[in-house]
């Protein structure tokens, strides 16, 4: 226990000790993973020849903005930036609207079968057909090479609902739902003026597991698309970092064609800061509601 001296609180040597430990293990977890990040923005912020040659370590060097007229100028990624967007838009509202529907409905204990329908959830979680039957369903779908490939399956993430059906039974009291029943309210109108104003934490956080889902998705367009004006963000990301195709026709300028390998550095490291912005800009405004709900929502099961 700490002790007070001269009217302030003194800890034992070995809290002292371990305090100090802590403190240099987490500064070295945060400057291993803080670098990388600063690496690849310095690196889109400089010159080729600084990022060929291996000057760029902390702070850009030789500003310029060069990746990022790159990155803007063609007009596979500009389409494929559209398409992320979309599909991330559209995926995430259906995989909110299908979650919290589906926990609503078995948080009720008036539903019959909800045990047997909970067995059957739980059952997909470990198992599955595997990829060859899911692709054939796919196909008998009709939805190869169609935008519907990348927002339809997962539509229902089972881990989210659990934790959202969680949530509306440790947070929202049957009592309430008994008391607007008798004024006359139905299921559906306390499901949009009761549960869903009161899931806010809930919906937070499976809107922004969802929505990274989403926009780092690119096994389903690998394995569904074949038409390049529906490729995601990721499948061009990945093409020019894995493959490393870069296009000349992406250097618009004469004078940066002749430094075409060296804007093709600068390229990678620009399209990854395009690419990871969004989401980081986003992380900030629903931070507060992020522990919150995915802390109330694991405390009971």
């Known amino acids: ?76 990624i500009v389409r494929s930036y559209g398409n992320t967007i979309l599909y991330t838009v559209l995926g995430t509202a259906i995989n909110v609207g299908m979650v919290m529907t589906c926990a609503f409905a078995l948080s009720r204990k008036k539903l019959r079968g909800r045990n047997v329908f909970m067995l059957v959830f739980t059952f997909t979680m470990f198992f599955n057909g595997g990829l060859i039957p899911f692709y054939i369903l796919m196909k008998d779908l009709s939805l190869l090479n169609t935008m519907w490939a990348m927002v339809l399956p997962g539509a229902l993430s089972v881990y989210n609902m659990i934790v959202a059906r969680t949530f509306i039974q440790s947070t929202i009291p049957n009592e309430l739902f008994e008391a607007a029943s008798i004024d006359g309210c139905s299921d559906f109108r306390f499901f949009f003026s009761f549960i869903l104003p009161l899931s806010k934490a809930i919906i937070a956080v499976i809107a922004l597991f969802s929505a990274v889902g989403h926009w780092n998705a690119y096994f389903n367009a690998l394995m569904f698309l074949n038409d390049r004006s529906l490729y995601p963000l990721q499948i061009i990301l990945r093409e020019i970092l894995i493959m490393n195709q870069v296009d000349a026709k992406m250097i618009m300028d ?24 969004p989401i980081l800009c986003v992380y900030p405004f629903i931070q507060k509601y992020f522990v919150k709900g995915v802390m109330i929502g694991s405390l009971k099961g």
């Open 1 to 76: 226990m700490s002790e007070k001296k001269n009217g302030f609180a003194t800890h034992p040597a070995s809290d002292q000790v371990y305090f100090i430990v802590s403190g240099i293990i987490l500064t070295v977890v945060l400057l291993a993973v803080a670098y990388p990040l600063v690496y690849v923005l310095s690196a889109s912020f400089s010159s080729g020849s600084a990022v060929s040659s291996g000057k760029v370590l902390l702070w850009p060097v030789d500003f310029s903005l060069n990746g990022y007229e790159a990155v803007f100028k063609h007009k596979d």
């Open 254 to 277: 004469p004078e940066l064609q002749e430094a075409n390998a060296q804007v093709a550095a600068v390229l990678k490291y620009s399209l990854i800061v395009v690419a990871t912005l």
